[in-house]
């Protein structure tokens, strides 16, 4: 019977740790005490990208435009890493695209092509490497 506590409890103590090291949150903390999580200066959703700064940004777009795209810039960035673009239509999930951010600050966009049935309300989750949750973008393609 002891021995059967004994594998339970180490079955446990495992289960602990894998969640741990597995399912870290939020930012990590570098041998410092600083988080490596970079600060988002900026986050607009835009018709076009014209010289590296977003054009026509807004919260309603037109079918006809085709193409739209989410900007975001970052600061205070200590080391490469990435930011994600999770692209929700109606809550269901289409498109995560994966941005390169390198120091000391970088901006970087990510775009989707319309079509027809895109029609609605959409929203962009934008995350740090660690998953965790900038900042959400709401907007919606009319007619």
Known sequence: MKIKRLAVALVYTLVVVMWAVVLPTGAQENKDGATDSPDLSKAVMCESIEALEPHNTAVAF???????????????????????????????????????????????????????????????????AGNRLLQTLRFSVID
Not at 64 to 90: D, M, N, P, V
Not at 99 to 114: A, C, F, G, V
């Open 62 to 128: 037109s079918i006809a435009i085709g193409k739209i795209s989410c900007f975001t810039s970052f600061e205070a960035i200590t080391s490469e890493t990435y930011a994600l673009h999770q692209w929700y239509r109606r809550d269901i999930l289409v498109t995560t695209k994966r941005l390169s951010l390198k120091p000391p600050s970088w901006s970087t966009y990510s775009s989707i092509q319309l079509r027809q049935a895109d029609k609605g309300p959409w929203r962009v989750e934008i995350r740090t």
